[in-house]
C-alpha cells in the first residue's frame, strides 16, 4: 500500500507545477554584498590589500591594476573602511554563483591615467622652477658676497 502512495506522490509531482516560485530578492538596509572599485579614484596604494584577512585584493601598482577575487571575500568591509582615497564601496546585491572561481580585474582608466601625467608634469614644473629660484638666490649671494 506504502509503494502505490509513494507512486502515486511521485506521479503528481512530476508532472504539476512546482510549488515554489522565484522571488526578487529584497536586501535589507546594511546588507554587505560585493565591493566595487571606481577606478577614476583608485591610486593603486595597496591598503586595500593589505587589509583584507581573507587576500582576496591584489593590487599591480606598476600594471595598473586591481584584481578582487568575489569567492574569496568575506564581505568584512575591512578593505573599504580602510582605503585612503574612499573609493571602494560595497554593493548591496551578492555575487552571483557561477561554476568556476572568478577574479574580476580593474585597468585604470584613461581620463584617470590622462590626469595622472597632467599631475606629475605639474609636479615637475613645480620642481624645476623651484630648482631655477634657488639657482638665482644662490648666483645673488654669490654676487653681493664678491662685492
Not at 85 to 95: D, P, V
Not at 117 to 129: F, I, L, N, T, Y
Request: one cysteine or more.
Amino acid at each position: 500500500m506504502a509503494m502505490i502512495n509513494m507512486i502515486g506522490t511521485e506521479l503528481k509531482n512530476l508532472f504539476s507545477k512546482p510549488a515554489t516560485r522565484k522571488q526578487e530578492k529584497e536586501y535589507p538596509e546594511n546588507t554587505r554584498g560585493h565591493v566595487v572599485n571606481d577606478m577614476d579614484v583608485c591610486v593603486f596604494c595597496g591598503a586595500c590589500m593589505m587589509r583584507c584577512p581573507s587576500r582576496a585584493i591584489t593590487v599591480d601598482r606598476n600594471a595598473k591594476t586591481w584584481t578582487i577575487h568575489p569567492m574569496s571575500c568575506i564581505q568584512c568591509r575591512a578593505c573599504v573602511d580602510n582605503c585612503p582615497k574612499k573609493c571602494l564601496s560595497m554593493e548591496k546585491r551578492f555575487t552571483e554563483p557561477g561554476p568556476e572561481k572568478l577574479a574580476i580585474t580593474c585597468h585604470q582608466t584613461e581620463k584617470a591615467r590622462l590626469a595622472e601625467e597632467a599631475m606629475k608634469k605639474a609636479a615637475a614644473e613645480k620642481a624645476a622652477a623651484a630648482l631655477k629660484a634657488k639657482q638665482e638666490a644662490e648666483a645673488k649671494a654669490k654676487a653681493e658676497a664678491e662685492a
